[in-house]
């Protein structure tokens, strides 16, 4: 069912790039960019949705891998920025010393904790008039942090 929902986006995705890549005005760059975002923003959800499916059924495989969860990080937050800054937030991150360069586990586990922390008080904030600053983390020993605030 996986490759049935995600086969068409990627070509979707693929098209996108090629288009990207063409001779564009700066209006027309503007909407492949939006383009590229939403079909990203969709291809999240899509996965989301198989991952809780897989995580029902018991049948959720985590990876144990070398990875660098400082770079892991700041992809995350990347994806996360944008969604912030369209809702007029800013958010930013600070990792702290105290993570070592490289771990093993599942970096796509750790992208999808940090892409939904990060990712729901943005929308969370869509609707908002009054959009205080936050400070995800208790900054007695920070770990990992994020905070966001009206730009």
């Known amino acids: ?9 990627h070509q979707v995705t693929g098209f996108i790039d090629l ?10 760059q503007s909407f492949v960019k ?17 991952d809780y499916s897989k995580l029902e059924a018991g049948k959720m ?11 892991v ?13 369209d809702t007029d937030l800013y958010l930013n991150s600070n990792c702290s010393k105290m993570i070592p360069s490289q771990v093993m586990g599942d970096p796509n586990r750790s992208r999808q904790v940090v892409r ?6 943005g929308k969370l904030m869509e609707n908002c008039t009054d959009k205080p600053a936050r400070q ?3 900054n007695t020993n920070d ?4 905070s966001t605030q009206k730009g």
């Not at 770990?143 to 994020?146: F, R």
């Open 116 to 121: 939904i922390s990060t990712g729901i008080p």
């Open 143 to 146: 770990v990992a942090s994020a």
């Open 1 to 9: 069912m996986a490759h049935e929902i995600r086969t068409p986006l």
């Open 34 to 50: 939006v383009l590229k975002s939403s079909a990203q923003g969709l291809m999240t959800v899509i996965n989301d949705v198989l």
């Open 73 to 85: 990080l700041e992809e995350s937050m990347e994806a996360s920025r944008a969604i912030c800054e």
């Open 61 to 71: 495989k985590f990876e144990s891998i070398p990875y660098e969860p400082r770079s």
């Open 19 to 28: 288009l990207h890549d063409t001779d564009l005005n700066e209006e027309q």
């Open 136 to 138: 995800l983390s208790d």
